[in-house]
């Protein structure tokens, strides 16, 4: 049974870029969240995919956007790359209809570096 | 979502018992406590989570008093690889558009546990 896998597990990218993350979700799950985690930090929510559709959002700016295909794997784009968005990324899966806390899987993250 | 505070850090010896306090003196009616743990570089991983009393797994225990306004995660003869950071959260199950739960997690700063030989 396969977890949470995240691709790439590095990134390296100079400001003003673009960067695009992968998720693909625990096997039976059809829901993906997306959050930042910089160093020294907890875990920030960016957003929520459910049926291809954003669900919910947290205080990110546009330039943070995402995307869910059929198969339930995930997109996560950042446009205009700054400095400040350098930190892991952290992609959870889940399954609706499960109303308990305890059943967000994460995933091992992507660490962004922006030069 | 209420807000949790957490000892910034901690440091046990292998073979102790370690006791994590969370403090949340807003907590809901609905609301549950989580606990997770996360290793560096490594996603977050759940531990625990219950409602009031008392809760074991195969891991840890959570303590949770009558007024439910701290929680306290109680890990039994820790080694050097229980050394992470663990964090409380409390929120409630939350719905979502289409009556689904939403499972949005508000994570903290989270203590850090160093374990010693």
């Known amino acids: 049974d396969a977890g949470v896998t995240q691709s790439p597990t590095h990134l390296i990218k100079t400001r003003g870029q673009q960067v695009t993350l992968r998720c693909s979700p625990k096997?039976?799950?059809?829901?993906v969240s997306w959050y930042q985690q910089a160093l020294g930090q907890g875990p920030q929510f960016i957003f929520q995919?459910?049926?291809?559709?954003?669900?919910q959002r947290g205080n990110f700016p546009d330039r943070f956007s995402g995307h869910q295909f059929p198969n339930y794997s995930s997109e996560l784009n950042v446009n205009a790359l700054l400095l400040g968005d350098s930190a892991l990324y952290l992609c959870?899966?889940?399954?609706?209809?499960?109303?308990?806390?305890?059943?967000?899987?994460f995933g091992p993250g992507t660490r962004l570096l922006v030069l | 979502l209420a807000k949790t505070t957490q000892p910034i850090s901690m440091d046990s010896y292998e073979g102790q018992e370690v006791n994590i306090t969370c403090s949340h003196n807003?907590?809901?009616?609905?609301?549950?406590i989580t606990w997770y743990q996360q290793f560096p570089s490594q996603g977050p991983r759940f531990i625990i989570q219950?409602?009031?009393t008392k809760v074991t797994n195969e891991v840890a225990s959570l303590f949770i008093p009558a007024d439910r306004k701290s929680s306290t995660l109680s890990l039994p003869r820790v080694s050097l690889s229980d050394t992470a950071v663990y964090y409380c959260l409390v929120g409630d199950i939350g719905m979502g558009f289409y009556g689904g739960a939403t499972n949005k997690l508000i994570f903290g700063t989270g203590t850090l546990l160093a374990v010693q030989p």
């Open positions: 096997s039976g799950h059809d829901t």
């Open positions: 959870a899966s889940s399954l609706q209809g499960e109303p308990y806390q305890e059943t967000q899987y």
């Open positions: 807003n907590i809901a009616t609905n609301d549950y």
């Open positions: 995919y459910y049926e291809e559709e954003e669900r």
């Open positions: 219950g409602y009031k």
